[in-house]
Structure formats: structure tokens, C-alpha cells
């Protein structure tokens, strides 16, 4: 098993910042991609930012320049940034983890989300 945990979210005034960490831990035997959602009430989940094993980055167009993704593979944690905070930010975050876990049969691959933590950003 997998387990992520997350932590940073909060209220903040449009203009702030926050930083949300997301850590795994369990049977990990490597950790590919890693990145953040979010849902805002009434509307789908979207893909915010994510990070590949190698450093690779992609945002979302509403959020470039602004957020910022990191990874510390020693500590299987995934980081965001968030810069410049504004009203329609507001949303449950959540990370992704994809990547391979020990099994008395070898190593198998998962996907595992983390609980999600609400940010408000008030104009």
C-alpha cells in the first residue's frame, strides 16, 4: 500500500502565496510522475501541475508563471508553490502519485491520490 498525505492548504488574501506538500510513503519501490489537481465546487477535477521523474514540468495555462512544482526524491514529496494567488484558485487540492511498489510477487505498478486540502483564496 501507498499512502499520501498532504498538508498546506488554508485561507489567504488574493495576491498571497501557499505552499502545499505532498508526501508518500508505504512498500515504494520508485516514484514516476508526480502532480497536482484541483476541484472547485460544481466543476470537473483538472490537472494543475505535475513533474516527471527526470524533472519535467507541466502547468496548466491558468497557472503558469504563477505555481511552481517541485519534487525531493529522498523524501517521495511533491511540492507547489503558489504565487500570486487569486479568488478563482480556489479549490480542493489534490496530488497524484503514479509509480511501482514492492509485491511478494515483484514490483507492480499504482496510482494513488491524496486526500485533498481545501485552499481559499479571498478576494
Known amino acids: 500500500q501507498v499512502q499520501l498525505v498532504e498538508s498546506g492548504g488554508g485561507l489567504v488574501q488574493a495576491g498571497g502565496s501557499l505552499r502545499l506538500s505532498c508526501a508518500a510513503s508505504g512498500s515504494i519501490f520508485s516514484i514516476n510522475a508526480m502532480g497536482w489537481y484541483r476541484q472547485a465546487p460544481g466543476k470537473q477535477r483538472e490537472l494543475v501541475a505535475a513533474i516527471t521523474s527526470r524533472g519535467g514540468t507541466n502547468y496548466a495555462d491558468s497557472v503558469k508563471g504563477r505555481f511552481t512544482i517541485s519534487r525531493d526524491n529522498a523524501k517521495n514529496t511533491v511540492y507547489l508553490q503558489m504565487n500570486s494567488l487569486k479568488p478563482e484558485d480556489t479549490a480542493v487540492y489534490y496530488c497524484?502519485?503514479?509509480?511501482?511498489?514492492?509485491?511478494?510477487?515483484?514490483?507492480?505498478?499504482?496510482?494513488?491520490w491524496g486526500q485533498g486540502t481545501q485552499v481559499t483564496v479571498s478576494s
Open positions: 497524484n502519485v503514479y509509480g511501482s511498489r514492492y509485491t511478494p510477487s515483484g514490483p507492480s505498478t499504482f496510482g494513488s
